[in-house]
T-cell receptor, first 114, second 115 residues
Framework: DTGVSQDPRHKITKRGQNVTFRCDPISEHNRLYWYRQTLGQGPEFLTYFQNEAQLEKSRLLSDRFSAERPKGSFSTLEIQRTEQGDSAMYLC????????????FGSGTRLTVV | GNSVTQMEGPVTLSEEAFLTINCTYTATGYPSLFWYVQYPGEGLQLLLKATKADDKGSNKGFEATYRKETTSFHLEKGSVQVSDSAVYFCALSMISNFGNEKLTFGTGTRLTIIP
């Protein structure tokens, strides 16, 4: 297994466009997380999936944001009508079901809204 | 809510110097504590962790001790190398009823080691 994969690595979009990011977790991990990291800050939690169920969402996740994990494997994060304030690094992480700390982060998708 | 406060950067040291990066936390209950490292262009990597009071986490010459009485988890290394240059994040985690092990991070400390 090559770890957590995120695609694309970089995305530049115009304000008002929709964007979608993909995360492929480690295959045996049933828990999946999305975080957002702005410049000079630590990552902030956005949302959590256990298998295909989205169980927790941060208040940071406005109505323009939606995340899915349709078959409990890969996940997508969509941002509609992007704003300049959405420019950030979007990180995905996964962890196993067995309670050991196997939390693994992907390299992230850097979004720039112009 | 939970929060983490860590030493502002950037920090610049000479090779072989002693490193301390301070971290304190606020949490309801007893969190697990972590140090993550982020090298340029890479994702976050777990450096070390401690799950209960007085535990000492260690890895690659780095150490941190979970101090409940001072709510601290300071990162130390006796002799830094140029390859230690990175951004270091202190974080805590408390598992929710849904099994959510979400992490709460500090703002990060950029460390630069000069030869």
């Amino acid at each position: 297994d090559t770890g957590v994969s995120q695609d694309p690595r970089h995305k530049i979009t115009k304000r008002g466009q929709n964007v979608t990011f993909r995360c492929d977790p480690i295959s045996e991990h049933n828990r999946l997380y999305w975080y957002r990291q702005t410049l000079g800050q630590g990552p902030e939690f956005l949302t959590y999936f256990q298998n295909e169920a989205q169980l927790e969402k941060s208040r940071l996740l406005s109505d323009r944001f939606s995340a899915e994990r349709p078959k409990g494997s890969f996940s997508t994060l969509e941002i509609q009508r992007t704003e300049q304030g959405d420019s950030a690094m979007y990180l995905c992480a996964s962890s196993p079901r067995d309670g050991t700390w196997g939390y693994t982060f992907g390299s992230g998708t850097r979004l720039t809204v112009v | 809510g939970n929060s983490v406060t860590q030493m502002e950067g950037p920090v610049t040291l000479s090779e072989e110097a002693f490193l301390t990066i301070n971290c304190t936390y606020t949490a309801t209950g007893y969190p697990s504590l972590f140090w993550y490292v982020q090298y340029p262009g890479e994702g976050l990597q777990l450096l070390l962790k401690a799950t209960k009071a007085d535990d000492k986490g260690s890895n690659k010459g780095f150490e941190a001790t979970y101090r409940k009485e001072t709510t601290s988890f300071h990162l130390e290394k006796g002799s830094v190398q140029v390859s230690d240059s990175a951004v270091y994040f202190c974080a805590l985690s408390m598992i929710s009823n849904f099994g959510n092990e979400k992490l709460t991070f500090g703002t990060g400390t950029r460390l630069t080691i000069i030869p």
